[in-house]
């Protein structure tokens, strides 16, 4: 039984943002179709009223005093930036040419 | 001096508290190391010589000037090139990271520098710790020292082999599905993953928040546990950071190696962790390990943790669902790599292009399996499912410890495999971390200890143990009773008798 076909694959890259090439997406077709069928046994144990557990320890709220610390200069924020601008991260555009 | 790099962080500690060697000799010593075996061995992505020394003469100087220092002071540490460091590159074993220079230090990694060991560099890994074979790197596999035909075992690789072929006598890893502990087993050197919380995640470049744990890795059971003692501990910058005092893990590894140093000690071997599937030699150097620890009076029992079985599945669909999101991270805007930004290209195109050139095989392959588990409709099948066989482990592990104080079995289920036979077989690999993941879903500590060398190929077989959590001390004791005993058979720890790479 294939548990994704090609389509799906394609339509995922898209979702995760990952630009791959046809053969690269053909490749990984069939290898996610392995492992999802493989791990898909987990379907076969845990019954209804088990509860789901997202985290190892009970998570608390964790809280500090509302006071202005340590933070980075806007230099040192920017340092590693692929491009920089006015003290700002420069980015691309972001509305499609048609908007 | 080329000898100083053969022996333990607490003998360089002592000799270095005695003033029979400096911290500038010592680091010199594995600067030289390094620089004559890392070419075949590469466990470094990164070596920060002059940083190093500096350090180094700095330990020297206040030392001299009568300034109490800690008990580590001094000796030599690598770091895997997950945690943050500034002055130095932080890569993840990613090109979409090649050159990132962070602005802040890791947690962990402040703690290293208050204690004033020494940083010689940044290790190997997979991308982004994803993988058991550092095969995954973007710059190169590692080579095992034993045998540079075969994998250091992943994701840190550069910390083991860096480890046992004697560039470094302590280092630094991190653990979400054995990262720690299998690399540990297939180089003959010991790793612990403390429990989740246990130390501090600032700083460490998230994979699966739910189960990224750093650890400490050494050459014996001791140096082990003094660098656990200095990276443990609460955090106020990490929520998930536990506020309890550590556990005595050095008290603990001295204990365990007094000959009476496991008596009365109740010790489960997991039956679903072992026989079909297990290499020979490692089933036999685990069976010889148990019957030490019996004749070092502690009590065996076999028990069933039967939830053990849908631990990998249920891993390769919790580990990618927290990536696919983690990973998010990484769009090209504010650090790291960005492709083809040419000035007409959107923002969204071109981080669908840098994703694209900048991850590798198995990042895309596990952001693509979270993306699918996490996606509606097949939410409750894949990710809400293995979330509930999460509780079926936690409860196995909860009642099991009321029986024993630990459980153990082997670290992995065959030795160090040839570098390039798992590489393009997803499930194959993934196989690697059998025995390891169900501590990571359930959060407890567990390490592993060199227990000798497999018949058929005279390669390293790890002894795995798990203890509840914090509770980390018993993995020190029963480590230490394994280190005691091994020793009388290969006259020291296990990394003594590796080949020498220089001569090979």
């Not at chain 1, 608390?60 to 509302?66: E, G, K, L, Q």
């Not at chain 2, 520098?113 to 940083?119: C, G, M, R, T």
């Not at chain 2, 001295?254 to 072992?274: H, K």
Request: aromatic share 6%; net charge negative; proline share 6%.
């Amino acid at each position: 039984m294939s548990a994704i076909t090609p389509d799906e694959v394609a339509h995922l890259a898209r979702l995760a943002r990952l630009d791959l090439a046809d053969d690269e997406l053909a490749h990984l077709a069939g290898q996610l179709d392995v492992i999802l069928t493989a791990v898909a046994e987990v379907a076969d144990v845990a019954a209804a009223d088990v509860p789901p557990t997202s985290h190892p320890l009970p998570l608390v709220n964790v809280t500090r005093p509302d006071e202005v610390g340590d933070c980075l200069t806007p230099s040192e924020a920017l340092a590693m930036a692929p491009a920089a601008e006015d003290d700002r991260f420069r980015v691309p555009r972001i509305l499609d040419e048609e908007a | 001096m080329s000898d100083l790099t053969r022996r333990s962080a607490a003998e360089l500690a002592g000799a270095l508290a005695d003033g029979d060697v400096s911290a500038a000799e010592v680091t010199q010593a594995h600067l030289e190391r390094i620089a004559a075996v890392d070419d075949t061995v590469h466990a470094f992505l990164h070596v920060d010589g002059d940083g190093a020394l500096a350090t180094a003469r700095d330990v020297d100087a206040r030392r001299s000037a009568g300034e109490r220092l800690g008990p580590l002071a001094g000796v030599p540490v690598a770091v895997k090139d997950v945690l943050t460091t500034t002055g130095m590159p932080t890569t993840c074993g990613s090109r979409i990271l090649d050159g990132w220079v962070p602005p802040y230090d890791a947690t962990l990694v402040t703690r290293l520098k208050q204690a004033d060991l020494v940083l010689l560099g940044k290790t190997n890994m997979d991308e982004f710790a994803m993988g058991s074979s550092t095969e995954n790197s973007a710059f190169g596999p590692t080579r095992n020292p034993w045998d540079p035909t075969r994998i250091p075992g992943g994701s840190g690789g550069g910390s083991s082999a860096a480890l046992a072929a004697f560039e470094a006598p302590l280092a630094i890893g991190t653990d979400t599905g054995g990262s720690i502990r299998q690399p540990a087993a297939v180089t003959g050197t010991v790793g612990v993953k403390p429990t989740y919380g246990g130390v501090s995640r600032y700083g460490l470049v998230a994979f699966s928040s739910s189960l990224d744990q750093a650890g400490p890795a050494a050459r014996t059971v001791l140096d082990t546990a003094l660098l656990h003692q200095v990276i443990a501990g609460h955090d106020p910058r990490d929520s998930t950071s536990i506020d309890a005092a550590v556990p005595d893990v050095v008290a603990a590894a001295r204990a365990g190696a007094e000959p009476d140093g496991v008596r009365g000690l109740r010790i489960g071997v997991v039956r679903e962790l072992g026989g079909e599937g297990y290499q020979p030699g490692v089933q036999a150097r685990f069976a010889d390990a148990v019957a030490q620890l019996v004749e070092r009076g502690a009590d065996v029992v076999e028990l069933s943790c039967p939830s053990f079985t849908y631990a990998l599945p249920a891993y390769y669909l919790i580990a990618p669902s927290e990536c696919s999101s983690n990973l998010a991270r990484f769009d090209g805007m504010r650090y790291g790599l960005r492709v083809d930004d040419d000035g007409d290209l959107s923002a969204e195109q071109v981080m669908g292009r840098t994703r694209g050139s900048g991850f590798g095989a198995e990042v895309k392959r596990r952001i693509m399996i979270g993306t699918y588990a996490l996606s509606s409709g097949y939410y409750d099948a894949y990710y809400g499912q293995a979330q509930k066989v999460r509780t079926l482990i936690s409860r196995d592990v909860a009642l099991a410890f009321e029986h024993v104080d630990v459980l153990v079995s082997p670290t992995t289920p065959t030795t160090a495999f040839p570098l390039g036979e798992r590489v393009d077989d997803p499930l194959a690999m993934y196989k690697a971390d059998l025995c390891t993941i169900p501590a990571n879903l359930a959060g407890i500590a567990a390490g592993s200890f060199p227990c000798g060398l497999a018949d058929e190929d005279g390669l390293p077989v790890g002894f795995h143990v798990m203890a509840p959590a914090m509770a980390d001390d018993r993995l020190y004791r029963v480590g230490a009773a394994l280190e005691a005993a091994q020793s009388e058979k290969y006259g020291g720890p296990l990394s003594a008798i590796v080949p020498d790479l220089v001569r090979a």
